[in-house]
């Protein structure tokens, strides 16, 4: 249930924060959402903390996204 929960909010922040922004704020977004599903499912499965899971890869996640959206912005995509 945890991780259903922890997917329903990831993936509404990222339908909120996604609209009209540049690609570095798309990229962290998404890629903190993603991070969080993920994180949260690994979580689960080693050792049953979501919440530590979901925290880390949202971390992990948006630092990735930005930096790959962010290289986007300054090569004009």
């Given at each position: ?5 922890t997917?329903?909010v990831?993936l509404?922040f990222v339908?909120?924060t ?13 890629g903190g959402?993603l ?8 979580g689960?499965?080693?050792?049953g903390?979501?919440?530590k ?5 949202a971390g992990?996640?948006?630092a990735?996204?930005?930096?790959v959206g ?5 090569r004009g995509?």
């Open positions: 249930m945890k991780i259903i929960l997917s329903i990831a509404s339908s909120c996604t609209t009209g922004s540049n690609n570095a704020t798309t990229g962290a977004a998404g959402a991070g969080a599903i993920t994180g949260a499912i690994i689960n499965n080693t050792d903390n979501v919440t899971g979901a925290l880390i890869g992990v996640g948006a990735g996204g930005y930096a962010n290289e986007q912005d300054k995509y």
